[in-house]
T-cell receptor, first 110, second 116 residues
Framework: DAKTTQPTSMDCAEGRAANLPCNHS???????VYWYRQIHSQGPQYIIH?????ETNEMASLIITEDRKSSTLILPHATLRDTAVYYC???????????WGAGTKLIIKP | DTEVTQTPKHLVMGMTNKKSLKCEQH?????MYWYKQKAKKPPELMFV???????INESVPSRFSPECPNSSLLNLHLHALQPEDSALYLC???????????????FGEGSRLTVL
């Protein structure tokens, strides 16, 4: 079964880097990895996506392992507003659908 | 305008009622999506319209009826719902059609539905 696996929850101190891991061992060669986050009672918000190379934007960095079976989302300087559930997903080539993990609840502590 | 707008934000309905959820985007996006999200769970895909045609129906019960009147508008018609249908209903859009889109999904804030 296609799936992604994430830790249920993580804590991080404000100002430090938050590193969120994800396992997607069933991913195929042309399937993109996406990260979204969902702040309580809001819709998911896109963060970043990648295929093979590492990616960086104004929100985060995405590190994808060479075998593409896992990735890490890095929030370089976490703030209290980064407290949210972070979802690792990938887009299946066969039916174009996103496979969602259960999400990691990230709590940023002052 | 980079928003997906959903109305209403909250809806309470009885099991015999007929109601509709509405979603709008004015970004010229080619695909629109309905997701259902239960508490503490990830979103589950229900329907996808790509170029105004229904492309995916994830075996959703017929008491949920989607409609895409034009490229900017997506409705979800609700009839004879059950209490277990209570959830957050999320609309999303993507710039490209379903098959060719490798970019992000833009989500609305959701409509929180309670079925009594």
């Amino acid at each position: 079964d296609a799936k992604t696996t994430q830790p249920t929850s993580m804590d991080c101190a404000e100002g430090r880097a938050a590193n969120l891991p994800c396992n997607h061992s069933t991913i195929s060669g042309n399937e993109y990895v996406y990260w979204y986050r969902q702040i309580h009672s809001q819709g998911p918000q896109y963060i970043i996506h990648g295929l093979k190379n590492n990616e960086t934007n104004e929100m985060a960095s995405l590190i994808i392992t060479e075998d593409r079976k896992s990735s890490t989302l890095i929030l370089p300087h976490a703030t209290l507003r980064d407290t949210a559930v972070y979802y690792c997903t990938y887009r299946m080539d066969s039916n174009y659908q996103l496979i969602w993990g259960a999400g990691t609840k990230l709590i940023i502590k002052p | 305008d980079t928003e997906v707008t959903q109305t209403p934000k909250h809806l309470v309905m009885g099991m015999t009622n007929k109601k509709s959820l509405k979603c709008e985007q004015h970004m010229g996006h080619r695909a629109m999506y309905w997701y259902k999200q239960k508490a503490k769970k990830p979103p589950e895909l229900m329907f996808v319209y790509s170029y105004e045609k229904l492309s995916i129906n994830e075996s959703v019960p017929s008491r949920f009826s989607p409609e895409c009147p034009n490229s900017s508008l997506l409705n979800l018609h609700l009839h004879a719902l059950q209490p277990e249908d209570s959830a957050l209903y999320l609309c999303a859009s993507s710039q490209d059609g379903l098959a060719e889109n490798t970019g992000e999904l833009f989500f609305g804030e959701g409509s929180r539905l309670t079925v009594l």
